[in-house]
C-alpha cells in the first residue's frame, strides 16, 4: 500500500508520539529506584491491600501491566502480628484488586510449624477480615494488624522443604494374630 505524501509526516509523528509516551510510561513505572518504598505501599492501597502485609525495609519493587510483582528486602526477616510471619529476601506474586495470588516468600507460623502463605485477601474491607491461604487452610485474621508496615527483624529462612513436620504413629503391636505372624517369621529367619 502506498502512502501518499502529505500523511506521511503525520503518520509518523503518530508513531513517534505514541512511542515516546509509552517510554515515558514504562520509565516512570514502579520498580525506578528512587521512592521504591513508598511506591510499593502506594501500589498495595490502590489494590484495596492494606499496606502492613509488606514490612519495612524493601530496597527495590517491581510490577507487570499483568498483576506480576516482586519486592526485595534488604534481608529476610521475621514480623511479628496475631502470628509471626517470615518474609524472605524475595517475595512474588499476582497482584489483583484485594487479593494476591501465586504468591511466594512469606510464610506463616502456625503453632510450632512454618508453613507457605500462598495467597492473601480481603473480601470485603469494611468487615475488617483478611484471610491469608496457608498451604489448604485459610486462616483469617484481623485487617487492622496489618495497617502500617512493621518493623522486621532479622531471622534464618525456615526450612520449609527439608524439615520432617511429623512422623508416623508406630504400629501397636498386639494381639493373637501378630503374635503368631512375629513367631512364625523369626522361625523362617533362624532357618
Not at 17 to 41: E, P, R, W
Request: net charge negative; with cysteine.
Amino acid at each position: 500500500m502506498v502512502i501518499p505524501s502529505p500523511w506521511l509526516p503525520r503518520l509518523l509523528l503518530a508513531v513517534f508520539v505514541l512511542f515516546s509516551a509509552s517510554m515515558a510510561a514504562i520509565g516512570s513505572g514502579y520498580g525506578s529506584d528512587s521512592d521504591t518504598d513508598s511506591d510499593v505501599y502506594e501500589v498495595l492501597k490502590s489494590h484495596g491491600l492494606p499496606t502492613g502485609l509488606l514490612p519495612k525495609g524493601v530496597t527495590n519493587f517491581s510490577l507487570s501491566s499483568s498483576g506480576e510483582f516482586e519486592v526485595h528486602l534488604d534481608r529476610a526477616c521475621n514480623a511479628l502480628f496475631e502470628n509471626e510471619l517470615h518474609y524472605d529476601m524475595n517475595i512474588s506474586g499476582v497482584l489483583g484488586f484485594g487479593k494476591i495470588d501465586a504468591l511466594s516468600g512469606i510464610s506463616a507460623k502456625d503453632l510450632f510449624l512454618w508453613l507457605p502463605v500462598i495467597a492473601i485477601r480481603v473480601d470485603i474491607p469494611s468487615s475488617g477480615v483478611i484471610y491469608f491461604n496457608v498451604s489448604v487452610v485459610s486462616k483469617q485474621f484481623s485487617l487492622s494488624s496489618f495497617e502500617t508496615p512493621r518493623d522486621c527483624l532479622a531471622a534464618p529462612s525456615p526450612d520449609l522443604h527439608n524439615r520432617i513436620i511429623a512422623q508416623p504413629a508406630p504400629e501397636i503391636r498386639s494381639g493373637r494374630r501378630w503374635f503368631w505372624r512375629e513367631r512364625d517369621n523369626a522361625a523362617r529367619t533362624m532357618l
